[in-house]
């Protein structure tokens, strides 16, 4: 007979249900109840081994079932199952029925006979009935059980979850003995945790052994399962969020340390991407000589932007990305396929073609991720991360099967409903940016249903003749990708927005676009001649002659501007009086090398080797390093490549390496020190780039450098790994340079004795400020101290760069403040040859330093340095920028 189990943070609560169920049932089903904590369990709470001795007094072959009250039941349930023999757990099945209704309906199904999952399906329906009565129409997709439906296991929270609770000799551990970690984060993201920092979260959090949790504190909601991109993205972080996290399990510090640093690194969001940049919308007028909207019919239809508040005729638009266009009506039309209540015969069947279609539609995603990748850069791309973890979603797949395999409906049929479902969720957030990853996640089930149904794959399905304007109701993030600017002219959707995913990629690639024109639009001809000035957010349908002219002209000269400043970008950055400047890349993988040579980068002024060792789960082989520099090497041809070696420790971890728990991890074993102390994993990683300096003009240098010391034991390992090779006579180059990045005040202060053996200097500005000023770069108490203009850590720049002088060695600067505009000109004037900055600000940071003199850049950075704190010194950049535009 089937056992029941009820889990409640209530002690008198799980008593009184066991004993309400045994009122209405069978008293010979075995039930148990686990509940409360502490003497006497009288305290609120719940605990594993309790649960797990609850679970092993009922069990039989025929399995258990068990009910949970609250979230935190559920992840002390999961750390209970793993507590259990191996041939037990694939017989638990939790189920998220209400824990009253469902205690109750399992304990009487289970009275008759009936199997594990009869009465599983019993407990989840025990609120039809009320629901009938009640006149609401029940959802049977709404109980879909925790876990995998088939085994009884449960789903993982955090990435491996490996056994933690139970070792070799089966010796059970209570939850307390269990590795426990938290903290609050606030999320300083500008849309705070949308699709892109949510994938980014979900992905570290998968690479470490630990289940986690999420809530959202500032508005009540969760805790989620912080391995599902859609449960994340339910809590609704907003910005200046603040959010708890909480870790169970072997690397539940490493994953909580982690995350706190993607927060207080922003998620990797940049703090104001120029692509991301929307353009304004002006005021709520026709445009001057115009007349007004009159609708698809009308012979020169014109609408202003504005915002819905002052929408004027019904009608609004909202400048998406910047340009004009002007071409034949092209409509994209794309929804969810339509399909029929299929019953299904074969679960495994229907299983298999889902998986299949799964797969198929992810490796899709990837390939278009990388071309993203190639044509704009890292920041737009990973927009498909985000597509790729709604895909894997384990809460989704897990749903997906437990219908298929409970209900005998087809795949479509199954996939189409949840994902109906899950994109109603996100519509009924209260946060409008939240609001538009529906679109998402239809994108990503559209592609598995016309993988489902036969219909191949989207991108076939949307082939706009050249040169035409694309009218959609909202285009998704895979069609917008597939566009290109020689056959697309501008794109016009009914809904979306500035912040909308296709959005930001439209601004990458370039294409005019607006959102909110009239429903109308859409019902007109194709071919039907279209205009739009996306700078002035305006749109026209059947333009008049007039207004043609206008658009062609003004497009001819947005065109020749931008194939302007592109072509500019690839020219040397000299200064008006002759001075030139070094302007090369921040990379953190082969993905960010051809954007940036495209926006003209003349090096890499840092290559963060961590991409090859963050993301996988064992150190990368020697070979392995040299294929991906080798790639990299291959974009950038002739152009110099400075690889910083592996800089882990403090706030960045590896689970592989097993790193002991520092009080001050800051302070710690990080950068260079630890290399150094792993010199095998050291080892492989200078052969690696001295094999790839071969091809390529590669250079080393060295992070958390404090004294000569540091250096020379660093350069007597690159020189025993040239030894190594060339006793084994494989190919390599030496002498390579090497040098040291200036991200200590000790370094600093050293810099005259260490330019006499460096070969040159980058100076990391993030670290720079917080180590100098002894403030936490993610505090926002301490924001006025973190900031990298502040007149000490200017004067620190000033030190290095006379050092650098004296002993002719470059000076760099890789470190956020080298793609400030603000900061370009100190910079520059403090002595500084080589700026080192994300691809997307090349161009513009190029442009600024072809407008001023060197002999400006040395007055304002003198002037700088007399300032007493960094508001007055960004005053006076602000007023030096403002004057050259003048």
Known sequence: MVGVVVVSHSRDLATALVALARQAGNDTVPIASAGGVGEERSEFGTDAVQISEAIASVYSDDGVVVLMDLGSAILSSETALEMLDPEQTGKVRFCPAPIVEGTIAAYVQAGLGSDLDAVCREARGALVAKQQQLGEQPDDLAGAETGKANTGTTGTTGGSATTAASGASGERRSAADLPRASAELVVRTEHGLHARPAALLVRTVGRFNSKVRLTNITRSRGPVNAASVNRVATLGVRCDDTVAVEALGPDAEAVV???????????????????????????????????????????????????????????????????????????????????????????????????????????????????????TGGYEAAIFDAHELILQDPELLDRAQHAIETQRRSAATVWRSLIEELAAEYRELDDAYMQQRAGDVEDVGRQVLQRLLGAGNALQQLQPPQGSVLVAQELTPTETAALDLDIVAGIMTVAGGPTSHSAIIARALGIPAVAGIKPAVLEAPLGTELGLDADRACYWVRPSEAVRSELQKKRRAWVAERRELQALSREDAVTADGLRVLVVANIGSVRDAEPAVANGAEGVGLARSEFLFLDAQQAPSEDQQ??????????????????????????????????????????????????????????????????????????????????????????????????????????????????????????????????????FFSIGTNDLTQYSMAAERGNTDLARFADPLHPAILRMIACVTDSGARHQRLVGVCGELAGEPEAAPILVGLGVGELSLSAAGIPRIKRLLRSIKSSEAKDIAAQALSCVSAAEVRELTQGFLASLER
Do not use: C
Not at 270 to 286: C, D, G, L, V, W
Not at 343 to 372: C, F, H, T, W, Y
Not at 708 to 723: G, P
């Open 257 to 375: 340390a982690a995350l706190r640093e993607l927060s207080e690194n922003r998620f990797g969001e940049p703090s104001q991407p120029a692509s991301a940049e929307p353009t304004r919308a002006a005021p709520a007028t026709a445009p001057e000589g115009r007349e007004g909207p009159e609708g698809p019919a009308g012979d020169s239809s014109g609408v202003k932007a504005r915002d819905a508040s002052t929408a004027v005729g019904g009608a609004s638009a909202v400048a998406v990305s910047e340009g004009v266009a002007l071409g034949p009506l092209y409509r994209a039309e794309a929804s969810l396929p339509e399909v029929g209540e299929e019953r299904a015969d074969d679960p495994d069947r229907e299983l298999s073609r889902l998986r299949a279609a799964v797969e198929a539609v992810g490796n899709e995603i990837e390939e278009r991720k990388q071309r993203m990748a190639a044509q």
């Open 626 to 759: 040299l294929e991906a520099l080798r790639e990299i090497g291959v974009v950038f041809g002739e152009r110099p490549i400075i690889l910083r070696t592996l800089d882990l420790g403090g706030d960045k971890q590896i689970p592989y390496l097993d790193l002991p728990r520092e009080a001050n991890p800051f302070l710690g074993v990080r950068g260079l020190r630890l290399s150094l102390k792993h010199p095998q994993l050291f080892r492989s990683q200078l052969r690696a780039v001295l094999r790839a300096a071969a091809a390529a003009d590669y250079r080393v240098m060295f992070p958390m450098v404090a004294d000569l010391a540091d250096f020379q034991a660093a350069r007597r390992a690159l020189e025993e790994a040239h030894n190594e090779l060339s006793s084994e006579g494989i190919p390599h180059r030496w002498p390579i340079p090497s040098g040291i990045m200036i991200e200590t005040p000790a370094a600093v202060m050293q810099s005259e004795v260490l330019a006499r053996e460096a070969d």
